[in-house]
């Protein structure tokens, strides 16, 4: 018998964001180190990856912690990696009890995954492009985030 999952519907993700708005996306950790005695490559592959997210609970705000992953790398040699970690801060709107709509496990995913990538993927690819572009290496461009919201 195959398992599957329960498809998110517009209202239940509505919900949550009718009751919340953004007050503001801070940048928490920044770093970027290129790989000691390294040759500076005329070109690289840029991979990416993304930490899981967590939340952050107050009374009337709450918060999404989540963070990125990216090395460039030439002919299987190393040329840089970084992390950048961003924290994004949510009022509550309303008395709607926010919490327990994020404890629907098809909400949360959404909300803490491609939600969060959404708000932050404009500041991510600029901050990387700067990083690579400061330190001499040849220009990158992250592509757009294709990942669309289930709803």
């Not at 519907?9 to 390294?38: A, H």
């Not at 107050?58 to 460039?72: C, H, I, K, M």
């Not at 970084?82 to 709107?93: A, D, E, L, R």
């Amino acid at each position: 018998m195959e398992d599957r999952k329960e498809t998110l519907s517009d209202s239940e993700y509505q919900n949550l964001i009718e009751n919340i708005e953004i007050k503001r996306i801070l940048l928490n950790r920044m770093d970027f180190k290129i790989m000691p005695e390294i040759k500076f490559p005329d070109h690289y592959k840029l991979s990416l990856g993304r930490s899981d997210s967590k939340i952050e609970k107050g009374d009337d705000q709450f918060s999404v912690v989540f963070g990125f992953e990216f090395a460039g790398e030439h002919e299987d040699t190393q040329v840089f990696i970084g992390h950048i970690h961003f924290q994004v801060i949510y009022m509550k709107k309303t008395d709607a009890n926010v919490y327990a709509l994020l404890e629907d496990e098809r909400i949360k995913e959404t909300f803490m995954g491609r939600q969060q990538d959404l708000l932050v993927w404009s500041y991510l690819r600029r901050i990387i492009q700067q990083l690579v572009s400061d330190a001499g290496l040849p220009p990158v461009t992250l592509p757009l985030n294709k990942s669309q919201l289930p709803i």
